[in-house]
C-alpha cells in the first residue's frame, strides 16, 4: 500500500492542474475575446473571416504552453492573433488568383454628398479611414481604436517602434487631408447645385 501513494498522489493532482489550465485559458478568453476579434478585423475588414481567425489563434494557442508564460497578455494575444488573420488573408488573396475569380463586393460606403447633407463627420473618418493604405489603416487601428501603445503595436506587427510612429503620423496626415478635401469638394457641389437652382429659378420667370 505504501508503495503505491505517489502514483495515488500524482493522479490526485493531476486533475486540478487540468482543470486550472482550462479555467485559466477560459478566463483569457472572456477578458479579451472583443479585443482580438477587433485586431483581426482590422486586418481582414470581414465579420466571418475575423471570427475564424480569433478561433484558430486561440485553438492553436491552446494546444501550446506559451500562453501560460505571457507577461502582457493584450500585446502577446494581439500579436497571435495578427499573424493568424495576416495568414488568412494570404490564403484568401491566393484563393482568389488560383481559381482565377474576381472579387466584387458591394461598396455600402456612404457617398461623400450624402455624408455632406448629413454632416456625419464620423462617417466620414470611417471611410477615410477604410481608404487609407493597408499598414497605415492597421497601425491606426490597433493604435487608436484597441488602445495599445506605440512598443505594443510594434510587438503586433513585427516592426520598429519607430515605424509605428512614423505611419502613425503619415495616417493622421492623410486623414487630416481627406477630411479638407472632402469638406471643399462638398462646399463646391453645394455651391455649384445652388447656382443652378438659381438659373432654373431665374429662367422661370423670365418666361
Sequence with gaps: ?????????HKQTAVPDHAGREAD????????????????????????DAEDAVQDALLKLYRGESWREMREE?????RVVWRAAIDRKERRL???????????????????????????????LHE????LPAELRETLL?????ELNSREVG??????????????????????????????RAG???????????KTVQGGFSR
Design 188 to 198: 463646391s457641389e453645394q455651391n455649384q447645385s445652388l447656382l443652378t437652382t438659381g
Design 128 to 131: 477615410l479611414i477604410d481608404e
Design 25 to 48: 485559458f477560459a478566463r483569457i478568453v472572456t477578458e479579451h475575446a472583443r479585443f482580438l476579434y477587433r485586431v483581426a478585423h482590422s486586418v481582414l475588414r470581414h465579420a466571418e
Design 142 to 146: 490597433l493604435s487608436a481604436i484597441e
Design 74 to 78: 493584450r500585446a502577446f494575444l494581439a
Design 155 to 184: 510587438e503586433v506587427m513585427g516592426v520598429p517602434e519607430g515605424t509605428v510612429r512614423t505611419r502613425l503620423m503619415r495616417a493622421r496626415n492623410e486623414l487630416r487631408a481627406g477630411f479638407e478635401e472632402r469638406k471643399i
Design 94 to 124: 491566393v484563393s482568389f488568383e488560383s481559381e482565377g475569380a474576381e472579387l466584387h463586393l458591394p461598396d455600402l460606403r456612404p457617398t461623400p454628398d450624402r455624408i455632406a447633407e448629413a454632416g456625419d463627420e464620423r462617417a466620414l
Design 1 to 9: 500500500m505504501l508503495g503505491r501513494q505517489p502514483e495515488d498522489a
